[in-house]
């Protein structure tokens, strides 16, 4: 590709992140990824790859210990850049492009434990209970015959294992 442009690592952007989107949401043991923009002189997005991008992201209270960031080049101007936190904190995330940091540097993040589930992950509350009428499930299920809880093919039953706490179908996530 040959081509005029020249990156300005002051135009370049993550996008969809402003500060507080970045603040909140980011889980420990949850991937993270975002999109950089990179711009040129004139703020027009690049159109190609082959652009030196690096991250540096450390917790603040552990400074002297980065935590690895992947960036894959898009080839067409963005970069994909993905990490997974290993525990609660808060992170500063340096960007740099062609060796200069970009803007709104640092970036910082902070990193939640996952609600605990209080439930049980379950098929259906009539499975999990050996067939108790008293059982409950937060998924909305149902059952004729003075159940409280779901059981396979009852209207509102999710169709899929969940959470019988807060309905939820993924087993590694938070309690809603």
């Known amino acids: 590709v040959?081509?005029?442009?020249?990156?300005?690592?002051?135009?370049c952007s993550l996008d969809n992140?402003?500060?507080?989107?970045?603040?909140?949401?980011l889980k420990?043991?949850?991937r993270v990824e975002m999109t950089l923009v990179t711009?040129?002189?004139?703020?027009k997005p690049m159109t190609h790859g082959g652009i030196l991008v690096e991250g540096d992201l450390r917790y603040r209270d552990e400074e002297n210990r980065p935590v690895t960031v992947a960036v894959t080049d898009s080839?067409?101007?963005t970069y994909q850049l993905?990490?997974?936190?290993?525990?609660?904190g808060v992170m500063a995330l340096m960007i740099s492009v062609d060796g200069k940091l970009i803007?709104?540097?640092?970036y910082v993040l902070r990193i939640h434990n996952l609600r605990p589930?209080?439930?049980?992950?379950?098929?259906?509350?009539?499975?999990?209970?050996?067939?108790?009428?008293?059982?409950?499930?937060?998924?909305?299920?149902?059952?004729?015959?003075?159940?409280?809880?779901?059981?396979?093919?009852?209207?509102?039953?999710?169709?899929?294992?969940?959470?019988?706490?807060?309905?939820?179908?993924?087993?590694?996530?938070?309690?809603?």
């Open 117 to 176: 589930h209080r439930g049980v992950y379950h098929c259906c509350s009539f499975c999990s209970s050996n067939g108790s009428k008293y059982a409950t499930c937060a998924c909305g299920s149902v059952m004729p015959g003075g159940y409280r809880g779901c059981g396979h093919g009852h209207e509102g039953h999710p169709g899929q294992r969940h959470w019988s706490c807060c309905g939820s179908v993924q087993e590694h996530s938070d309690c809603a």
């Open 103 to 106: 803007e709104d540097c640092p």
């Open 17 to 25: 992140c402003s500060g507080s989107a970045l603040a909140q949401g």
């Open 75 to 77: 080839r067409d101007g």
């Open 82 to 88: 993905s990490f997974m936190p290993e525990r609660a």
């Open 2 to 11: 040959v081509t005029t442009q020249k990156v300005d690592p002051r135009n």
């Open 28 to 30: 420990v043991h949850r």
């Open 39 to 43: 711009k040129d002189y004139e703020g």
